[in-house]
């Protein structure tokens, strides 16, 4: 029972990493796709590229250790103790399996201490500080800051100091782009995303979780821009960059990616039109497909392990 | 004993519920007593005077409130004013999220971690103007 359990454990951890490489390796030709479409659409599509490979590699075992299903997919061969249809063990499994199943959880913990509760601290923190009003609660800082901050039940904070810097316009806009984030729950659709891509290497998963978070920012932006304009909302965007720009503290970070400026330009451009079903259909096809492709040789490879 | 300094990912001030509704009976009334604490307590809050006395002690060493003897207890008084300990709050966190040393936890409407110089602010303000324009006059 325990080589089997082992064996069925070690065997979807594996799958895992690996799907987790392919899905990272074939990104890069989705991008331009994904930068082309709707950005509430793309935001769903990357979380859901990333899920893939937890996901698959799930589906993959549970396809190879179920007898009924495996029958159709793995060629016949037989052991010393029989033909019997079969799900590959191997007596060596345990130790792999505990010290890839340890480092999974690690990250993944690790993600969840590093996020999920200094998020809840903070959240909490501010709530009792700040004055609560209808739709936000306002911060009494004279730090110009306007953000969205939870996971299961969001709360949108806006600093007296953004509220003095900013028009009536502006402040409706980031009210609309937050009610938007809340409304969408965009922390916890990044901290999915954390969490799904946690086990890879540190730097595989940084473009889609780049990607998702600018998506995020722009399916928001969006948002607000249907009630106001996308010019309206562009216009705020600028004069909200300059106003925390010079209040940003000596010590900030060089340059390194400016989500803003391309937000900014997005809003823009020409509107992007949805994927076609067909398409996400496809994708969703393909792999499918690939799952079903490795089972045959994913069950000898697990056969060869002594 | 020498306090070990937090980690950068872990600087956040460490604040429980109650020492936050302690805190906050501070900000409205200074100089209460334990037993005075315990009474405005809301229902639920509700807790012993010894949790009361455990809470403001940890708010003590954390430099959070001040007290003082008078007769046989302590008398506390809050050591930072509410806008003080918030702005002291988001100071940190905002430095933090400036130089990449707290993991994004927050959606804000501009991201803290963008850095711009003044010429492209001035071109994009530029470019939202001519858009802006150009739908008047259409």
Request: with cysteine; glycine share 4%; aromatic share 6%.
């Amino acid at each position: 029972m325990v080589t089997l359990l082992s064996s069925i454990l070690l065997c979807w951890l594996m799958l895992w990493l690996f799907f987790g490489m392919l899905t990272t390796l074939i990104y890069p030709a989705l991008r331009s796709t994904l930068h082309n479409i709707d950005p509430a659409q793309a935001s769903t599509c990357i979380l859901a590229w990333l899920a893939i490979a937890p996901c698959a590699a799930l589906l993959a075992t549970y396809i190879v250790y179920s007898p009924d299903i495996a029958q159709w997919l793995v060629t016949g061969h037989c052991h010393a103790d029989g033909c019997r249809i079969h799900g590959p063990q191997s007596t060596l499994a345990m130790v792999p399996a505990a010290l890839l199943a340890a480092w999974i959880l690690y990250r993944i913990v690790d993600c969840l201490l590093r996020q999920w509760l200094p998020a809840r601290r903070l959240c909490a923190q501010l709530s009792q500080f700040g004055e609560d009003g209808q739709d936000f609660i306002t911060l009494a800082s004279a730090q110009p800051m306007a953000f969205t901050l939870g996971w299961l039940a969001p709360k949108v904070f806006i600093s007296a100091g953004m509220q003095h810097a900013c028009s009536a316009e502006d402040i409706d806009c980031i009210l609309l782009h937050e009610a938007a984030h809340r409304q969408r729950r965009d922390n916890l659709r990044l901290l999915m995303a954390r969490i799904l891509s946690a086990p890879l290497p540190g730097l595989w998963p940084v473009r889609a979780l780049d990607d998702l978070k600018l998506n995020c920012e722009k399916a928001c932006d969006l948002h607000a821009a249907a009630k106001l304009s996308r010019e309206t909302v562009a216009g705020a965007l600028v004069r909200v960059a300059k106003v925390q720009q010079h209040a940003a503290p000596a010590a900030s970070l060089a340059f390194v990616g400016n989500l803003t400026e391309q937000r900014i330009i997005a809003l823009l451009d020409e509107p992007q039109a949805p994927l076609a079903n067909q398409i996400v259909f496809a994708m969703g096809s393909a792999v499918m497909l690939v799952v079903l492709a490795m089972i045959n040789p994913l069950h000898r490879v697990v056969e060869l392990l002594p | 004993m020498q306090t070990k300094p937090p980690s950068p990912s872990n600087t956040l001030p460490r604040l429980g519920e109650l020492e936050l509704t302690l805190l906050k009976a501070l900000w409205e009334t200074q100089d209460q007593s334990a037993h005075a604490l315990r009474h405005g307590l809301p229902a639920s809050h509700a807790c012993s005077l010894s949790t009361v006395q455990t809470t403001l002690e940890r708010l003590h060493r954390k430099a959070l409130v001040l007290r003082e003897k008078q007769g046989h207890a302590y008398v506390y008084r809050a050591r930072l004013g509410r806008s003080e300990l918030l702005g002291k709050l988001l100071g940190g966190v905002i430095r933090q999220l400036h130089t990449g040393n707290l993991a994004p936890i927050l959606s804000s409407f501009v991201d803290f971690a963008d850095r711009f110089d003044d010429d492209t602010l001035d071109q994009l303000d530029e470019l939202v103007q001519r858009r802006l324009e150009r739908r008047g006059d259409k």
